[in-house]
C-alpha cells in the first residue's frame, strides 16, 4: 500500500499533486512520501508485536534509500540503521538515529571505518571473516573499549531471487561459511576487544517466497543451541532484510509481514535472543516514485521508443536487476495505447526503464510516472553521460520540501582540475 494516487485524473504523492511539483523542481526527480514510510515500519513493527516478539530492534537498511529526510522520518520512529559504509555512519548520525541502534554490515570495513563506529558507541558490528574479527579487537583494544560483535554466517540457502541479489548461498563474498561458525565463535572467545554476542544472516533481497527464510531461521535456531551448549552467551539474533515488494502494481502478491513474523517466532520466539531485523527495500521501494518527462517519441518499423530526460543514471534496477517498475502517464489519459520501449538519454543500449510497455500516445514534454522507485533508485544513480543526479523531494500530507538538490554543472565539475603543467 503506499499514497501515491489518481484523483480527478492526476496523480498525487499524499495531498502534493505531482504535475505541480514537476513544474515546480523540474523533471527527472525522485518523489517520496512519508506516510508510506511510516506505514511500512509501523505495520513490519506491529507485525513482531503481535507474534509476541518483545524484545526486538528494526535497523533500517541505509543503503536502500540512504536521504537523509528519509532515515528521519524512520529514526522519529524509534527506528535503528543497519549501515555498510562510514559514510552511511555519517548519514545515520545526523538523521538522528541513536547511535546505541546502528548495527555495521559489510565484507570491507577498514580500521578507519571501525574506528569511527566504535567513537560514535553503535551497538554491534556484524563480522564476516575472521581476520576481521582480529582488525576489530586490535582496533577496538588501542581505544580501550570492547566491540560488541555478531558473526555473519552464510547458511548456504538459495534465496530464489536474482542472481545479483542472492547473498546466502556457499558461492557468494557473503558471511563465514556455515561449517566454520563455530570455530568462528571460538576464534572470537579467545580475543580481547570483541565480544561475541549475537548471530547474523542476511540471504539476500527481493525474497517473495517464506521458505529460503524458514529454513535459514531453522538453521540458525540450530546453532544457537550448538553455540549455547558450548558455553557462548549469544543474545541476539540478526535476520538481515530481504522481504520482497511488489513490483508489478497489483499482480503480484510478495508475503505479507504477519506470515513473515509469524515464521520468525516459530522458528526463533523462544530463543530468549532479541530479534532484529535489517529491512530496507520492504520500507523504502514503494514509498519512492521517479517523474520524468517526455522527450520524444520515435516510431519505427521495429519498435516504438519513448524517450524520456529519465534514464539508468537515476535507476539502474531494469537493466542491472532485469527489474519490471510499472510505468504510467501522470495524468490519466485516453490516447490510444501503443507498445513502448521507454528509454532515456544515455547512450547504452541497457539504457531502458521498461520495454514493452503498453502507453498512451504521449506528446512530448507530458509526464510519466516510474513505481516502486525509493529503493535502490537515487542511491544507485551516477553522473555517467555528465547528466546531474535527479534532485529528491518528500511529501508529507499537504507538505512538501526538495530533501537533496539537483547540483548546477559547475557544482558537479567541481572536484575535478586540468592539471598545472598543461
Ligand atoms: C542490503 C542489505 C539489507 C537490506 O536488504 P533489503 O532486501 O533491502 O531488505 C540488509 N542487510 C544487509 C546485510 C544487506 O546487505
Redo the contacts with the bound molecule.
Keep these: 500500500m503506499d499514497e501515491f494516487i489518481y484523483r480527478d485524473g492526476a496523480l498525487h504523492a499524499e495531498d502534493i499533486v505531482i504535475g505541480e511539483l514537476a513544474e515546480a523542481v523540474g523533471t527527472p526527480f525522485y518523489c517520496y512520501s512519508a506516510a508510506t514510510l511510516r506505514r511500512h515500519y509501523n505495520v513490519l513493527d506491529a507485525a513482531l508485536a503481535d507474534a509476541g516478539l518483545d524484545t526486538r530492534l528494526i535497523c533500517y537498511?541505509v543503503?536502500?534509500n540512504s536521504n537523509l529526510a528519509v532515515i528521519a522520518t524512520l529514526a522519529q520512529l524509534g527506528a535503528g540503521a543497519?549501515i555498510?559504509s562510514q559514510g552511511e555512519l555519517t548519514r545515520a548520525l545526523q538523521a538522528g538515529i541513536a547511535p546505541e541502534k546502528i548495527v555495521f554490515?559489510g565484507v570491507g570495513k577498514t580500521a578507519e571505518e571501525m574506528r569511527a563506529a566504535l567513537s560514535a558507541g553503535i551497538l554491534q558490528f556484524n563480522v564476516e571473516s575472521l581476520s576481521e574479527i582480529d582488525l576489530l579487537a586490535d582496533t577496538a583494544n588501542s581505544m580501550g573499549k570492547t566491540a560488541e560483535i555478531a558473526l555473519r554466517v552464510n547458511p548456504d540457502i538459495e534465496a530464489g531471487t536474482h542472481k545479483k541479489i542472492s547473498?546466502g548461498s556457499a558461492e557468494t563474498k557473503f558471511g563465514i561459511a556455515w561449517e566454520d561458525a563455530e570455530a568462528g565463535f571460538a576464534h572470537a572467545r579467545a580475543l580481547d576487544g570483541v565480544e561475541a554476542v549475537g548471530i547474523d544472516i542476511?540471504i539476500g533481497?527481493?525474497i517473495t517466497d517464506l521458505t529460503p527464510f524458514r529454513r535459514a531461521f531453522e538453521k540458525v535456531a540450530d546453532l544457537l543451541a550448538r553455540l549455547r551448549a558450548d558455553g557462548h552467551e549469544i543474545r541476539r539474533l540478526d535476520l538481515?532484510?530481504?522481504?520482497g515488494v511488489p513490483y508489478g502494481r497489483d499482480n503480484d502478491t510478495p508475503p505479507d509481514p504477519n506470515a513473515y513474523a509469524q515464521m520468525i517466532a516459530e522458528t526463533l520466539g523462544d530463543s530468549g535472543c532479541q530479534i532484529m531485523l535489517?529491512?530496507?527495500?520492504?520500507i523504502a521501494a514503494n514509498a519512492g516514485i521517479l517523474v520524468t518527462s517526455v522527450v520524444r517519441t520515435k516510431q519505427g518499423q521495429a519498435k516504438n521508443f519513448m524517450i524520456v530526460d529519465a534514464a539508468m543514471t537515476e535507476l539502474m534496477r531494469p537493466t542491472l536487476y532485469d527489474a519490471h517498475h510499472h510505468i504510467a502517464p501522470v495524468h490519466e489519459n485516453a490516447a490510444a495505447v501503443k507498445n513502448w520501449d521507454v528509454v532515456g538519454p544515455v547512450c547504452e543500449t541497457g539504457d531502458f526503464l521498461g520495454l514493452d510497455r503498453a502507453l498512451p500516445v504521449l506528446e512530448d514534454g507530458d509526464l510519466l510516472a516510474i513505481f516502486a522507485a525509493g529503493?535502490y533508485g537515487s542511491v544507485l544513480g551516477s553522473a555517467y553521460n555528465t547528466r546531474l543526479p535527479a534532485p529528491e523531494v518528500l511529501v508529507d500530507g499537504k507538505k512538501w520540501a526538495v530533501v537533496r538538490s539537483r547540483p548546477d554543472y559547475q557544482a558537479l565539475l567541481a572536484g575535478e582540475a586540468i592539471p598545472d603543467w598543461f
Design positions: 537498511s543503503k536502500a543497519d555498510v554490515s547473498t542476511h533481497s527481493q538481515g532484510g530481504g522481504l535489517e529491512p530496507g527495500r520492504l529503493a
